[in-house]
């Protein structure tokens, strides 16, 4: 028969007891988090595309100003590089689109501050789940910017 003993000072024993208690907090934390946030929203019809942009504060014209399909690069160029930046700003990432087919839907916004007509809302469709969106307004005093408005756009 084996016996084995070991010393453990209090503080020793509590420190062990913080530790433990702190990596399974964390590890409870991160697990929580990879459910709720990887999980892009299902898009499979219009009218959750539509619920989905109004639920972002957006106010569209129902039906689609185009919709285009198209088989997006197995690696993304430096254009696609600029435009994921955008959509990692907002949770989106288009690499995990690479060499897949993906739908682009364009909507009329109505509802975009001090510009009555013109902006339009893109929303990019990979396997039923949004993987990218932007607003813009073509033209020559044009812009595009985030489909997820940040949270100053939002208070403010």
């Not at 913080?18 to 697990?31: E, R």
């Not at 709720?36 to 039906?63: C, F, H, M």
């Not at 990218?132 to 939002?154: H, M, N, T, V, Y």
């Amino acid at each position: 028969m084996f016996i084995w003993t070991a010393r453990f000072s209090k503080k020793k024993a509590v420190a062990a007891v913080i530790a433990v208690g702190l990596v399974i907090a964390a590890v409870i934390l991160l697990s929580g988090r990879s459910h709720t946030e990887d999980k892009a929203p299902v898009l499979s019809d219009n009218a959750q595309r539509i619920a989905y942009l109004q639920s972002l504060g957006w106010e569209v014209v129902e039906e689609p100003l185009e919709t285009l399909q198209f088989l997006f690069p197995e690696t993304l160029n430096a254009s696609y590089l600029a435009y994921n930046e955008l959509q990692r700003l907002q949770g989106f990432d288009l690499t995990a689109c690479c060499g897949k087919q993906v739908t682009r839907y364009t909507y009329t916004v109505t509802n975009y501050p001090n510009r009555p007509e013109g902006v339009q809302a893109n929303l990019y469709i990979c396997e039923d789940a949004a993987v990218a969106g932007d607003i813009c307004c073509p033209g020559e005093s044009g812009f595009q910017e985030r489909l997820i408005p940040s949270e100053a756009k939002k208070a403010g």
